[in-house]
Structures are given as C-alpha cells and as structure tokens.
Nanobody, 124 residues
Framework: QVQLVESGGGLVQAGGSLRLSCAAS????????FGWFRQAPGKEREFVAA????????YLADSVKGRFTISRDNAKNTVYLQMNSLKPEDTAVYYC?????????????????WGQGTQVTVSS
C-alpha cells in the first residue's frame, strides 16, 4: 500500500522558516514526480511546487518564488519543501502528491497518490 507521509509542519512567526518532508513508500520512488499543494480554511486547494523524477526540473507558484524551494533525496525516498520568509497567508494544510512520470510535473498534472497533510500556521 502506497503511503505519503508529510511532516515538519507547525506554528512559526512571520519571517520564520520551516522544512516540510514527504516520506513515500514507493518501490520505484525515482520514477515519480512530486508536487506540494496547500489548502487554507474556506479556500480551494492550490498548487505550491513540483519536482521531476530526477530533481532536474522544478516549478514553483508565483506566490512562493524566491521564498520556497522544493528538493528530493531519492536515497531516502523523501521530498522536501523548504519554506523561508513565511507570511501569515502561507497558513494552510500542506499536502504532498506523487505521480509516476518521467515528464516535467506541473500544476495541472494528475497525481496518483496524496498524503494526509501537515498543518502550517504562520502568526503575524
């Protein structure tokens, strides 16, 4: 059974940093691209960042460019989202998603698996 488990969320002051992790129980982890999404209360889920199977291609939403970085460690079956200069509007539940593809991963990609999410709260 495939599992994506997010961790690293929490409460942080504006301007602070957090690093989210997504540990994936995928037998062929390096065949998957990954995305991070977030959903704030009362709002639709929105795309945050994506990374290709090799890590050679990344894509970030305009709202997080220059502040967030997505990376992966294929040896650890883990994808990361480094979040710096956090703002109150970054408050949301953050979800990791995986798709088996060797193509670049984009916001419109249809993902195969989703995690349960981790809460990020940024106080002003």
């Amino acid at each position: 059974q495939v599992q994506l488990v997010e961790s690293g969320g929490g409460l942080v002051q504006a301007g602070g940093s957090l690093r989210l992790s997504c540990a994936a129980s995928l037998r062929t982890f390096s065949s998957y691209g990954f995305g991070w999404f977030r959903q704030a209360p009362g709002k639709e889920r929105e795309f945050v960042a994506a990374i290709s199977w090799s890590g050679g291609s990344t894509y970030l939403a305009d709202s997080v460019k220059g502040r967030f970085t997505i990376s992966r460690d294929n040896a650890k079956n883990t994808v990361y989202l480094q979040m710096n200069s956090l703002k109150p509007e970054d408050t949301a539940v953050y979800y990791c998603a995986a798709v088996r593809t060797f193509l670049p991963v984009r916001p419109s990609t249809t993902y195969d698996y989703w995690g349960q999410g981790t809460q990020v709260t940024v106080s002003s």
